[in-house]
């Protein structure tokens, strides 16, 4: 939803668990149908899907999986979004409407580790090559873009992701 559709944003955050599941799964399953269809070898738009993915990972390796990797990943998703408004990248209060939909469904918006853990771990995620690291940020509900951010900077994005 947040990086394809901004409507069923919306419809997930009013309806919180009591959503149409048939409709909302049929609704995810045709986009990413769509999208990997379009790139199957994940070099373009398909690596959208990995939005919250790459924060996600590291806060997964760092709870000793105790966030399960839907928890973990919707944590990624608010941190990258709040930091991509820090940045100007993102329309502001974006990252409150994200939070506001996962607490619909019971998930944590937060986690208690520092930036320089999270980065640490980040680091370890395949899409760190080179100098750089590939992060999916939202420029607003439904829109999403591929951004590289020097390794160097990383620690001060995921503290901008953090702080209030």
């Known amino acids: ?96 409407r994200l939070k506001k939909a996962l607490l619909a469904f019971g998930l944590p918006g937060s986690a208690n580790f520092t930036p320089e853990e999270i980065t640490k771990a980040a680091l370890l995620d395949k899409k760190a090559k080179g100098q750089d690291i590939s992060l999916i940020l939202p420029q607003r509900p439904g829109a999403c873009l591929i951004k590289s951010i020097p390794l160097n900077k990383l620690l001060d994005f995921v503290k901008s992701g953090l702080e209030d």
């Open 1 to 96: 939803a947040m990086v394809f559709d901004e409507e069923l944003l919306e419809y997930l955050t009013d309806k919180g668990p009591k959503s149409d599941w048939t409709q909302v799964v049929a609704k995810c399953v045709a986009l990413k149908a769509k999208i990997v269809s379009m790139d199957e070898g994940d070099e373009g738009v398909r690596r959208l899907l990995n939005f919250g993915h790459t924060l996600g990972h590291a806060l997964e390796n760092l709870s000793n999986y105790r966030l399960s990797h839907g928890e973990a990943v919707g944590i990624g998703m608010v941190l990258v979004t709040k930091a991509a408004e820090k940045i100007l990248i993102c329309e502001k209060g974006t990252s409150d």
